[in-house]
């Protein structure tokens, strides 16, 4: 044994455990969710299995890398400014504080910090599906200024999710209006099944509307609104239970698809 050591990272919500050299180069990583042991030097197959012996769960598959797909390609050819996946939850507000932060003391809350907290919320929510096989796109931009808060991508399909920061205020829905507290009813329901359309042009795929409530009070539905599934945060989770949409390559193809900016210039 040369002394390879064992240490573990997440690439795309996926636990890899890399084999290293004394000088830092990796030979082989170890991919549980696909069983596979990826060799890059095959003089250090024995090294390799060795190191990552008391970390193999069963039967697994050794040989070179696989050969990078046509969605793993195109990511690779990406230009970072046309990226969307590095895209924080809530980023065209985070990016308009910093610009305009204003004024330090507000009679009322700065309603841009509470549309923030509430993608952030359901940001989060989103990213903890990673793992399930879902990928998330935050903050992608829309032609004239639009944009969709969330896109999700996964088994059960594609959803364009809309947040909407309702805290401890009670939201009655009556299509296409929604109603906060007191205040007057907008038509939001129009703009999230138009959101929904727009993605699902952009993609040739179908793409269905979520609007999460985040924190409300009480919530009065009157009559199930159309194309348009109305969930509190804490609901989120159910959509990693939906499967039988999507295969792992198609999930994959679309989210490189979605990440690029360009895909989004013309809808």
């Not at 696989?66 to 969307?84: F, I, K, W």
């Not at 989103?126 to 931009?141: E, F, I, Q």
Request: aromatic content about 4%.
């Amino acid at each position: 044994m040369n002394g390879a050591r064992v240490v573990p990272a997440w690439r795309h919500g996926r636990e890899r455990l890399y084999v290293c050299l004394p000088d830092g180069r990796n030979i082989a990583w170890y991919d549980r969710d696909a069983a596979r042991v990826s060799l890059l030097a095959d003089d250090h197959r024995a090294d390799a299995l060795e190191a990552l012996g008391p970390f193999l769960t069963g039967p697994v598959t050794v040989g070179p890398p696989p050969v990078p797909t046509p969605a793993e390609l195109a990511r690779l050819s990406l230009h970072p400014d046309d990226d969307l996946a590095p895209n924080r939850p809530g980023e065209a507000h985070l990016i308009a504080l910093d610009r305009d932060p204003g004024p330090a003391h507000r009679l009322r809350p700065d309603p841009r910090r509470r549309a923030l907290a509430a993608e952030e919320a359901v940001g989060e929510a989103l990213d903890r599906l990673d793992g399930a096989g879902w990928r998330t796109l935050h903050s992608v931009p829309l032609p004239g200024g639009d944009r969709i808060h969330h896109l999700l991508i996964g088994p059960g399909g594609l959803f364009a999710v809309h947040a909407l920061y309702a805290r401890r205020r009670r939201v009655e829905v009556a299509d296409p209006f929604v109603a906060l507290g007191r205040r007057a009813p907008q038509p939001l329901l129009r703009r999230v099944r138009a959101d929904a359309d727009r993605a699902s042009h952009a993609l040739t795929a179908e793409v269905r509307a979520v609007l999460v409530l985040v924190g409300p009070a009480d919530v009065s539905v009157a009559v199930p609104p159309r194309a348009v599934r109305v969930l509190r945060e804490g609901e989120l989770a159910g959509l990693a239970r939906r499967g039988g949409v999507l295969k792992p390559a198609d999930v994959e193809a679309l989210h490189a698809m979605a990440r690029d900016r360009s895909t989004w210039t013309r809808v």
